[in-house]
């Protein structure tokens, strides 16, 4: 029985299909406990399983965040301490099920699309296109994570019928996972745009849509911009060098047929419409605040101090006994120093109302910082160096609105009142020596300029994005405490594989067991 239960759990092989919270399960069944669902039913379903992996949660920021990817790009302080670069086994598990289990309920939606007749596969379309496309954004952030993963196989125990021995799965290779995306996001792209959406059917996405509330230019932007991110990931290497540059001239030269995230009116998000749902932000303020896991990173803190960031009184606040100053924690010093500067009450700390206890914060998914940042860093690579310009600042105008407009929604008022934000102040920000395009001396400065912007903006709010864009520019350079007592003395390269998986998938495990070491780099990492 616990062989069974584990396998459920962790290969992704649960016959979950229907959201399992109880405010949804009279409209959203679990098939596994009666006879009858419906595409729509288990889309929805779909989608808020994995509501905790956009939404902030406790779950997410204080067991897998706070001592992995926020230490790892230095988002936070803390307290150094032995093992600190290896992250936990309880992380490490909980991502992975939770993962597998969303990846379980995409499959049963398939199940149920594939029992349809051609017309109605045909009519309800519209719904495996855009399920896809929220399934290729969460699993890029597991391939960024680990590599190799179950992928193509998994989640298949209720399509098996139930055949256990049927159902482990095996190892797909993250580049061919990326081929796959990148390949069906490219033909989502042309399709969606001319599909002829059946009128009732676009009613009921409309309702049942928690993302873009069955608006289909906005799922448009979302397919591209997440085609930019995931072409810019592998853009420096020669197997997709070539595909990269091709589909990213194709998407920003042609906006008509293939627009992109531009300004933040555009951001993709679940967004809060009602305090007290499922779809709401209420476990942010204890995942980012216990432990001291809201303690500002020093060189994030010092970089906009340094260069006046219009943006530092929105995302930071100086603690309360340090009378105004924004102190940090130098990641350098003794364990003892740092915990006592910490205990002074005195370490800036990342803004509380503008993020952990604003409960209208949005789930982001993909924002127009972060595809001009791209967009800029395609233009330099290929020489045009005004239209890398136009997006570095436009990527910096919107992420300055951007932690303003998050400031302007939050219904809580603890924090200092910040600073007035002026056009004004955003170009004399911008004419910074530090900061500004045309004061950098060559391409490689230029880079830096956009890698450091990124860093800036993803901060702790979208930190699975900074670390695989940290990983992959190997910028901005971040200097790290050793662990001399741990054969992994500095951040890793990836994560490691959960136990279970050796233990419960053991034949298709030991595939990839040679790989599985902190050090090993992903195959998009320089």
Known sequence: MKNKIVLLTLVALSSLAGCEYSEFEENYTDPSKVSETSVEKQ???????????????????????????????????????????VPGSAAVEN???????????YRELEKVYEGLSDQNKEDNRLFMITAATYLYDHTQKIVDLHGAIPFSDAGMLSTNGGDYGESYPVYDEPDAIYTKMLDDLAGFADELRTLEINPGILIGFESQDLINRGDIDMWLKYINSLRIRMLTRVSDIPAFSDR????????LSNPANYPIVSTNDENITFRIHELGTLIASNSFQSGLEDWEGNIAGKAIVDHMLNNDDPRLTYVFEPGEEAEGEFL??????????????????????????TLSRNQYFPGMLINASQIHFMASEYYLKEGQDAQAKEHYE????????????LRGMSNNLISPEPMPITEAGIDTYLADADISWDAAAGDMEKMRLIAEQKWLHFNVVQPNENWAELRRIEMPDLVFWEDQSNQQSLPPSRWIYPGSEETYNTENYQQVQAEDNLNRTLFWDN
């Open 95 to 105: 991502r992975w099920n939770d993962y597998y289990q969303f990846l379980a309920q």
């Open 43 to 85: 889309f929805t379903g779909f989608i808020i399983a994995n509501r905790n992996y956009v939404l902030p949660s406790y779950a997410n920021y204080f067991i897998n965040l706070r001592i992995t990817l926020n230490r790892y790009t230095q988002a936070i302080g803390w307290v150094n301490g032995e093992n600190q670069y």
């Open 244 to 251: 990269a540059a091709t589909e990213i001239n194709s998407i």
């Open 328 to 353: 940090t924690v130098d990641p350098l010093l003794n364990s003892s120093i740092q915990n006592e500067l910490i205990g002074s009450n005195t370490m800036t700390i990342y803004n509380r109302t």
């Open 394 to 405: 436009s990527g910096v105008r919107e992420s300055i609105h951007y932690y303003e407009m």
